[in-house]
Structure formats: C-alpha cells, structure tokens
C-alpha cells in the first residue's frame, strides 16, 4: 500500500512538472537567429535591444507578421503573446499558428490559434483549428473566452506541440485541447512539414460576431507584442533533392516520444474546456451530422 502510495505520488509530481515545463530548457530565440519579415515591413519592430520581443502593427495602410526561417516536422511552437489594448478591437485578428501553404498550395497543412477582437471593450475571443492535407472544407475549430486574464495587460504564453500522433494547444502551460491522430483522420491530420507564423490582419468579413463587426480604424493602430519565442523540435530542409529526414537531435523527448496528457493535466483541460468553451466543432450538428472522426475521445 505504501509502494503505491509512493509511485502515485511520484506520479503526480511527474505529472505536474511536465505541465509545467513546456518551455523551460528551451533558450528564447532571438528575431534575427530565426524569423524573417513576412510582410508589413514597416509595421514590425522590435521592444528590445537583442530583438526577442517583437512588435507588429495593423493601421489602415497595413497588417503586418513574421514567419520561422526554417521548416519543422514535429516541434513545441511557443510564445509570451500581449494583445492589442484598443478599446474597440472589431475585425482585427492575431495569429501564431504553423502552415506549409506556400509550399503546399492545394494539400497545406495548419494549426492555428487565431485572438479575435471584440466590439464591446472587453473580450477577446481565442480560436483553435487544424487542417491537414488541404482538408480546409472540414474545419476543426473550437473558440473559447479569454476572460480569466486581461490577454491585453500582460504577456502570456501560448504553445503548439505537434508531434506525430498528437497536437496539444497550451495557455500559459494548461493544456486547453488535444488532437488524436486517429486512423479515420488519414491526410485531415497534419503530416508535412510546416513553419510557424505570427500576424495581424484585417479580419472583418468574418472575425468579430460572424463579420457583423467590421474594422474601425479610428482607433488604429492595433498592436499585438510577442517574446520568449521558443522552436524546440525538428526542423527539416524543404529543398526535394535532399532526402527528407527531420533532424530531431536536440528535439526534446516529450516531441518525439509524447504518448498523452497525464490524468491530472487531462483534468486539468476539461475543467477549462467545461468553464471557457463555448463553440466546438465536434457538437455542430447541422455542419457535422456525423462528428468527425477524432471527436469521439472527448464526448
Ligand atoms: C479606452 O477608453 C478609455 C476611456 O475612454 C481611455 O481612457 C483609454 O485611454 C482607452 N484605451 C485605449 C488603449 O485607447
Ligand atoms: C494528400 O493530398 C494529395 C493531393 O490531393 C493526395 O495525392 C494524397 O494522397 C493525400 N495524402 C493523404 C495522406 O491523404
Ligand atoms: C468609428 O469610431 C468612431 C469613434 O467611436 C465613430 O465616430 C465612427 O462612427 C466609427 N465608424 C464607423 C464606420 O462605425
């Protein structure tokens, strides 16, 4: 009894520290050792000296975003994100989210968290989604408040880990939704190798209350600040006459080797997914009469 009682505990602390860290031997990168300019040249600036927190800007000229220098199969995307603080954010959308669509125009692969504005001083929506394969006629997105914190007075972390057979949304180290490759997903479950993005943009055909609030540049510009950004996986030559081998050398075990949450993170998610979610695409019946394959491990 006390063995047991001993290897639960142990079990707990394990499980505990993997939730806690996600990113901690991994060096924040600075802007120019990984990133480039994406677009919005102008609107990009950097808030330190190194060039680890990045500013970009949306005004009526302009959005603007940056993109990873290299590509990844498999990897921990993270950052320490602070949203616009307008007081009406309508139609503006902050991303971090990883894609191979200039790669792949017709089959891309993405994994998204999208922050979208609000109309009423306050809150900030936060949307997840997954394509894989070109499959952009199933979207996979789920949207949650972002209430629990003012995402617009300090910086808070948000994290993709991407491994072969499960994609896992972090915030602030709380596992907030899991992704199961399951064998009915086939190509929906992203399997190339994708580089991550951070933009602003002007989203007001469908962002704030389905596109019934646009944008109003009155109160441009709207600035979203990203640090600590952290790749921590596999990255990989996109060049085809190079056999297509990830180098996973410095890749932490829990991306190459991630079987699943421990009990006490899973709690953990859905006691947030109970309180926060309030649209998922996995109980949209007049879009999906048949729920797709992956919903059923979270009923
Ligand atoms: C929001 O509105 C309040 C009250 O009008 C004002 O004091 C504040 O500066 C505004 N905030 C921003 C970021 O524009
Ligand atoms: C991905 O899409 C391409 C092009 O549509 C197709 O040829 C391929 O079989 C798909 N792969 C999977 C795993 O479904
Ligand atoms: C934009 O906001 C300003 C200031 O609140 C307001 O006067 C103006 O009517 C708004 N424009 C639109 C198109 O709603």
């Given at each position: 009894?006390?063995v047991?009682?001993?290897?639960?505990?142990?079990m707990?602390?394990l499980s505990?520290?993997a939730?806690?860290?996600?990113?901690?031997?991994s060096?924040?990168l600075t802007?120019?050792?990984?990133f480039s300019?994406?677009?919005g040249d102008?609107?990009l600036?950097?808030?330190?000296?190194?060039?680890t927190?990045?500013?970009?800007?949306?005004n009526?000229?302009s959005?603007s975003g940056?993109k990873?220098?290299?590509?990844?199969?498999?990897?921990l995307f993270s950052?320490s994100?602070?949203?616009?603080?307008n007081?009406?954010?309508a139609g503006?959308?902050?991303?971090f989210?990883t894609?191979?669509n200039?790669?792949?125009r017709?089959?891309h692969d993405e994994?998204?968290f999208?922050?979208?504005g609000?109309?009423?001083g306050?809150n900030?929506?936060?949307?997840?989604n997954?394509?894989?394969?070109?499959?952009?006629?199933?979207?996979?997105e789920?949207?949650?408040?972002?209430n629990w914190?003012?995402?617009?007075?300090?910086f808070?972390?948000y994290?993709?880990l991407w491994?072969?057979?499960?994609?896992l949304?972090?915030?602030d180290?709380?596992?907030?939704?899991?992704?199961?490759?399951?064998?009915?997903m086939r190509?929906?479950?992203?399997?190339?190798?994708?580089?991550l993005?951070a933009?602003?943009?002007d989203?007001s055909g469908?962002?704030?209350k389905?596109g019934?609030y646009?944008?109003?540049y009155?109160y441009?510009?709207?600035?979203?600040?990203y640090?600590?950004?952290?790749?921590?996986?596999?990255?990989?030559?996109?060049?085809?006459?190079?056999?297509?081998?990830p180098?996973c050398?410095n890749?932490?075990?829990f991306?190459?080797?991630f079987?699943g949450?421990?009990p006490e993170?899973i709690?953990k998610?859905?006691?947030f997914?109970?309180?926060y979610?309030?649209?998922?695409?996995?109980?949209n019946?007049s879009?999906?009469?048949?729920?797709?394959?992956e919903c059923?491990?979270?009923?």
């Open positions: 009894m006390a047991l009682g001993f290897i639960l505990f142990f707990g602390l505990v520290s939730s806690i860290q996600l990113t901690k031997n060096t924040p802007f120019d050792e990984a300019r994406l677009y102008q609107n600036m950097f808030l330190d000296e190194p060039g927190c990045v500013q970009i800007s949306l009526e000229h959005g940056f990873s220098q290299k590509p990844y199969l498999y990897s950052a994100i602070k949203l616009p603080a007081n009406y954010t503006v959308v902050v991303t989210y894609s191979n200039e790669a792949f017709d089959s994994i998204d999208e922050f979208l609000h109309a009423d306050t900030w929506v936060l949307q997840t997954v394509y894989g394969n070109g499959s952009v006629s199933r979207g996979r789920e949207r949650y408040e972002l914190f003012d995402p617009t007075e300090d808070h972390r994290s993709i491994t072969e057979n499960w994609i949304f972090y915030v180290d709380v596992a907030i939704r899991e992704v199961k490759r399951v064998d009915g190509g929906d479950y992203p399997a190339k190798p994708m580089n993005y933009t602003i943009w989203g469908w962002a704030t389905g019934k646009k944008i109003n009155t441009a510009p709207f600035s979203a600040q640090s600590d950004l952290v790749i921590n996986g596999c990255s990989i030559s996109m060049d085809p006459t190079h056999q297509q081998q180098d050398l890749a932490p075990r991306v190459t080797n079987n949450l421990m993170e709690q998610m859905r006691d997914r109970t309180k979610m309030t649209y998922s695409y996995c109980h019946p879009r999906y009469p048949t729920p797709l394959p059923t491990i979270d009923p």
